[in-house]
């Protein structure tokens, strides 16, 4: 059980595109699920921790413009990154909490973006 | 806000030897210390995880230990094998509605 699915595994699209991330949780309700960025050999970086239906709530320093985040359902949210540049290749991983007070996250498999 | 300070960096260990890799977090509130295991490319993996009202859990060649007076907590692995070759990361929270905040990593590697 908690398994948590990404798509795309990987993506390629040119500077100036827009790339949407799908984050699902595949087995169980998410009431809460949060992004995170990882650069090569870095640890993983909060971006932002999204609630069913209501807004996201964006860490200091992330483009809520550039960084869109809808969390539309209880299983689905999602991650557009908007006129994607080459400093945005990252690795984009999700994780989703099942309830309110569950303390452990279950991470999706990431998804590798680069910029052209 | 939370923030976890990892040591060290990198660990290169002979194979049958054991690793200590340790966490210090800043808010006195966090209780839940998970530990994660990170493969090239592929998502962090929750190898252990303990709370505040516990010192220390084991589980086969894994444990954390949790001085909460201190602040730190750390992962000890024993036997290292190659396999346990990975970055293994520590977080903290201290909520069930806050986000886990990780710590910089550790690199380790295992010489057969």
């Known amino acids: 059980g908690a398994v948590v699915s990404q798509h795309p595994s990987w993506v390629i699209c040119k500077s100036g595109t827009s790339v949407k991330i799908e984050c699902r949780s595949l087995d169980f309700q998410a009431t809460t699920m949060f992004w995170y960025r990882q650069f090569p050999k870095q640890s993983l970086m909060l971006m932002a921790t999204s609630n069913e239906g209501s807004k996201a709530t964006y860490e200091q320093g992330v483009e809520k413009d550039k960084f869109l985040i809808n969390h539309a359902s209880l299983t689905l949210s999602t991650l557009t990154v908007t006129s994607a540049h080459p400093e945005d290749s990252s690795f984009y991983i999700c994780?989703?909490?099942?309830?309110?007070?569950?303390?452990?996250?279950?991470f999706g498999p990431g998804t590798r973006l680069t910029v052209t | 806000g939370e923030n976890v300070e990892q040591h060290p960096s990198t660990l290169s260990v002979q194979e049958g030897d054991s690793a200590v890799i340790k966490c210090t977090y800043s808010?006195?509130?966090?209780?839940?210390f998970p530990w994660y295991k990170q493969e090239l490319g592929k998502r962090p993996q929750l190898i252990i995880d303990i709370r505040s009202n516990v010192g220390e859990k084991k589980d086969q060649r894994i444990a954390v230990t949790l001085n909460k007076t201190a602040k730190h907590f750390s992962l000890h692995i024993t036997e290292t094998q190659p396999e346990d070759s990975a970055v293994y990361f520590c977080a903290a929270t201290y909520s069930g509605n806050t986000p886990l905040v990780f710590g910089k990593g550790t690199r380790l590697s295992v010489i057969a």
């Open positions: 808010d006195s509130a966090s209780n839940y």
């Open positions: 994780s989703a909490r099942p309830r309110q007070g569950f303390f452990e996250q279950y």
